[in-house]
């Protein structure tokens, strides 16, 4: 090869060896590119918060019962209090005690007639009511006391101050045994205008919580658990009965959202994995690329060595020409 050729051929093997270091060179930055990428994604993965399962603990609740022996009663509330020497909480009970109240009831389903003097509500005859009978007066005034603007307060009103001779009230008793009381102004209005509602009045006992707070002090086992409790308005020490529940609708919604959050979880981890694995991937492929890149530079840079030793042996053999 003669000196003009071998120096061509030099200077073409050194421009492909740039270009195979510059082809390198950008493999390099895609794949720190790449590398950023994953270390991004890997960033997420221990960002992501990963769901706790609900407890049981959490959504049960206990309460305490006890008897002051009058009641059975709920400890619904227990505040800690301080500062006094004699009671250490503040509680709230309740119970529920029957007292005897009146009520009414407006019915439009029921038909009301009259025969002669007699009234009717639907094939029920009704009678006047006995003013003999302490019963009879006692669920009116009842119902009178505790429904006064009801047309049965009125009747019995105008009965009782004088304005009226007669207790204008009829009354029936259903076959459940509870005795219904019907002001004769509410039936004649039901007669006039069937679409009109009548009013049923009663009387009976029923069960009304009440609830109450007060001082007290509480003492606890070991485990926690209150025992008893003394009431600033008792000089009796009551022992408590402990019962735990467990709020299975709020249980099983903490349930539903955890397996919720988990599924959701478990979908960003796949995704993660996803992309993590496409960059590895790629990262694999400009990998190879990267070798084949170095293989033809190693390649050239021994063609490289070969030509120059060719163009340095012309160099000499040129100089001794001259000799």
């Keep these: 090869m003669g000196m003009a050729a071998s120096q061509a051929r030099y200077l073409e093997i050194t421009a492909r060896k740039t270009n195979v270091e510059y082809a390198g060179q950008q493999i390099n930055q895609q794949r720190t590119a790449l590398a950023n990428q994953s270390a991004g994604l890997f960033t997420q993965l221990m960002a992501l918060n990963v769901p706790t399962a609900p407890n049981t603990a959490n959504y049960t609740t206990t309460s305490y019962k006890f008897n002051n022996g009058a009641n059975n009663c709920t400890i619904t509330n227990i505040q800690s209090l301080t500062g006094d020497p004699l009671y250490n909480s503040n509680v709230t009970y309740d119970y529920t005690e029957s007292v005897y109240k009146g009520l009414t009831n407006a019915r439009s389903d029921l038909a ?22 302490p019963t009879d007066m006692a669920a009116i005034l009842q119902v009178a006391t505790d429904v006064p603007a009801s047309t049965l307060a009125t009747a019995y009103n105008n009965y009782i101050g004088g304005i009226s001779p007669t207790l204008d009230i009829h009354q029936y008793t259903s076959t459940n045994g509870v005795t219904y009381y019907l002001s004769q102004a509410d039936l004649a209005a039901k007669i006039a205008d069937p679409t009109k509602s009548v009013t049923l009045g009663y009387a009976g006992n029923i069960d009304k919580l009440v609830s109450t707070t007060e001082k007290a002090y509480l003492t606890q086992e070991s485990s926690g658990r209150y025992s008893t409790v003394g009431l600033q308005n008792s ?16 249980y099983a919604n903490a ?24 960059i590895q991937q790629e990262d694999k492929v400009l990998e190879l690329k990267l070798k084949q890149l170095d293989t033809e ?4 840079q021994t063609e490289m060595e070969s030509v120059k030793k060719v163009i340095d042996k012309n160099i000499e053999e040129t100089f001794k020409t001259f000799q």
């Excluded at 007699?118 to 006995?130: D, E, I, Q, R, V």
């Excluded at 000089?235 to 709020?250: G, I, K, P, Q």
């Excluded at 979908?267 to 694995?277: G, V």
Aim: aromatic share 10%; proline share 0%.
């Design 112 to 133: 009301a007639s009259l025969t002669g003097t007699t009234y009717w509500l639907g094939t029920t005859k009704l009678s006047a009511t006995n003013t003999a009978s």
């Design 235 to 250: 000089s009796s020490t009551f022992n408590l009965s402990a019962t735990s529940a467990v709020d299975e609708t709020a």
């Design 255 to 278: 349930i539903n959202e955890y397996e919720f959050q988990q599924a959701n979880y478990e979908q960003q981890i796949q995704n993660l994995n996803a992309k993590t694995e496409v």
């Design 297 to 300: 530079q190693q390649a050239l």
